[in-house]
């Protein structure tokens, strides 16, 4: 039986398997912060949890599919698991959750095995993000430009705390973790259905209201009444894409402040 793969995946790992081959760092991310945490969904015995991120190098590249990161500060993210009784202990998420490209430099998917969880004795974990977190691609053998230690010292320094004044304090920073919470929880195909709708955004945002949240409501419904009765699309990645857009545009307004390379 012969397989046939779509070119642009055949044409990527064809370049990936060609002898001799090796690309540059990608470019290091901030985190936005998540003091609630992002909870981990579970299937097909994987758990994840999807980090909004974005672009702290201009002149890198960004990260292609299935780039390795991890944090540059391992304090800054810390596992939290619930078991059965409610009991939560809080781990070091460095020492048992992976860190891989989600969606270019907008998304990085914390991803962790199901049986590992269970291990732990969780029936539910979520991922916390402190302030001024970052994640840096894992180093590779044959790089021809890697990460020097002065370049990685200035950006999760100096200019991850201009990030952190720029973009993490911003409204829409705020609806873009807002909006990635809600992409997380609902469902990869179809729509939230409306018994569900209120419920997931309390779920969410806790009720609370500002001007982010107001920007995450109003891109919330719109998908809802975009994708509504439409089973065929998902309404899932209508919240992804206005997600991604929203950081591209803060790591624009991030870049014209004076930070990039």
Same mark, same amino acid.
Not at 119 to 127: D, E, H, M, N, T
């Given at each position: 039986?012969?397989?046939?793969?779509?070119?642009?995946?055949?044409?990527?790992?064809?370049?990936?398997?060609?002898?001799?081959? &090796?690309?540059?760092?990608?470019?290091?991310?901030?985190?936005?912060?998540?003091?609630?945490?992002?909870?981990?969904?579970?299937?097909?015995?994987?758990?994840?949890?999807?980090?909004?991120?974005y672009c702290l190098q201009r002149d890198r590249s960004a990260p292609q599919f299935g780039d390795a990161y991890e944090p540059s500060d391992p304090?800054?993210?810390?596992?939290?698991?619930?078991?059965?009784?409610?009991?939560?202990?809080?781990?070091?998420?460095?020492?048992?959750?992976?860190?891989?490209?989600?969606?270019?430099?907008?998304?990085?998917?914390?991803?962790?095995?199901?049986?590992?969880?269970?291990?732990?004795?969780?029936?539910?974990?979520?991922?916390?993000?402190?302030?001024?977190?970052?994640?840096?691609?894992?180093?590779?053998?044959?790089?021809?430009?890697p990460l020097t230690p002065d370049e990685i010292a200035r950006t999760v320094g100096p200019l991850r705390q201009l990030g952190a004044r720029v973009?993490?304090?911003?409204?829409?920073?705020?609806?873009?973790?807002?909006?990635?919470?809600?992409?997380?929880?609902?469902?990869?195909?179809?729509?939230?259905?409306?018994?569900?709708?209120?419920?997931?955004?309390?779920?969410?945002?806790?009720?609370?209201?500002?001007?982010?949240?107001?920007?995450?409501?109003?891109?919330?419904?719109?998908?809802?009444?975009?994708?509504?009765?439409?089973? &065929?699309?998902?309404?899932?990645?209508?919240?992804?894409?206005?997600?991604?857009?929203?950081?591209?545009?803060?790591?624009?307004?991030?870049?014209?402040?004076?930070?990039?390379?």
């Open positions: 039986m012969h397989i046939r793969l779509p070119f642009w995946l055949a044409l990527g790992l064809f370049a990936a398997l060609a002898p001799g081959h &090796a690309t540059a760092a990608p470019q290091i991310l901030a985190a936005l912060p998540s003091e609630s945490g992002i909870p981990f969904t579970c299937a097909e015995g994987v758990c994840v949890a999807e980090l909004s991120t304090g800054a993210f810390t596992l939290v698991v619930t078991d059965a009784s409610g009991a939560e202990r809080r781990l070091g998420a460095a020492d048992h959750v992976s860190f891989v490209e989600g969606r270019g430099f907008t998304v990085i998917s914390a991803r962790v095995a199901a049986e590992a969880l269970t291990r732990l004795g969780a029936v539910s974990a979520r991922i916390e993000v402190k302030a001024n977190a970052s994640l840096l691609p894992v180093a590779v053998i044959g790089d021809p430009d973009v993490d304090a911003s409204p829409e920073a705020e609806a873009a973790g807002v909006i990635g919470a809600l992409a997380n929880a609902s469902p990869r195909r179809g729509t939230v259905e409306p018994d569900r709708r209120e419920p997931l955004w309390r779920q969410v945002t806790g009720g609370a209201q500002s001007s982010g949240q107001a920007l995450a409501r109003s891109t919330y419904d719109g998908c809802l009444a975009a994708y509504d009765g439409h089973e &065929a699309f998902s309404f899932r990645s209508c919240l992804e894409t206005r997600h991604d857009a929203l950081l591209r545009d803060l790591s624009v307004k991030y870049w014209s402040v004076g930070a990039g390379s």
